[in-house]
T-cell receptor, first 114, second 110 residues
């Protein structure tokens, strides 16, 4: 199916475990982004990528790792999950480097760290 | 001061009413502006871009005031289906980073 998909939709993990959230887009968009959304903070940028093999930190990168070996995939890994990483995670993509284009978001992953 | 600020609401309005939200931004170098809509427990979806001259899409009108550094969203003839959180988004010149406001919650009442 065309679009941007995230998996899993829901995940419960234990403190200290490594967990990977997947993001896949079928449009060949250059730009991809990971955000987390928490009450009172809105959407905060974790990492972003301008193209395959090019990634950069956003506002809240600590505790997260990303990779982008293929244009269509942008997985986000929590190396050692903490309770403070309980959140809703959204992946987004955009076709060009023009700031006039809006993002398209995936449907999100709701992560609970216990 | 937050880079993008919105009144969290909720704004409770009857069906058919006109409602307006404002969003202020702190960086005068801000380049592009958007309104997104987010339904409960769903992803944000682009509602409309905001252009310098103002723009309209059906019942929705967006305006930009660079001098006072705010953007606005006007919804006319509110529908029950307009109930959602409306997110203001600002981008800075020379970056592709979007800065999101925390959103304004709208409830349209029957």
């Amino acid at each position: 199916d065309a679009g941007i998909t995230q998996s899993p939709r829901y995940k419960i993990t234990e403190t200290g475990r490594q967990v990977t959230l997947m993001c896949h887009q079928t449009w060949s968009h250059s730009y991809m982004f990971w955000y987390r959304q928490d009450l009172g903070h809105g959407l905060r940028l974790i990492y972003y990528s301008a193209a395959a093999d090019i990634t950069d930190k956003g506002e809240v990168p600590d505790g997260y790792v990303v990779s982008r070996s293929k244009t269509e995939n942008f997985p986000l890994t929590l190396e050692s999950a903490t309770r403070s990483q309980t959140s809703v995670y959204f992946c987004a993509s955009r076709p060009t480097d023009s700031a006039n284009y809006g993002y398209t978001f995936g449907s999100g992953t709701r992560l609970t760290v216990v | 001061r937050k880079e993008v600020e919105q009144d969290p609401g909720p704004f409770n309005v009857p069906e058919g009413a006109t409602v307006a939200f404002n969003c202020t931004y702190s960086n005068s170098a801000s380049q592009s502006f958007f309104w997104y809509r987010q339904d409960c427990r769903k992803e944000p979806k682009l509602l409309m871009s905001v252009y310098s001259s103002g723009n309209e899409d059906g019942r929705f009108t967006a305006q930009l005031n660079r001098a006072s550094q705010y953007i606005s969203l006007l919804i006319r003839d509110s529908k029950l289906s307009d109930s959602a959180t409306y997110l203001c988004v600002v981008t800075l010149s020379g970056t592709y980073k979007y800065i999101f406001g925390t959103g304004t919650r709208l409830k349209v009442l029957a």
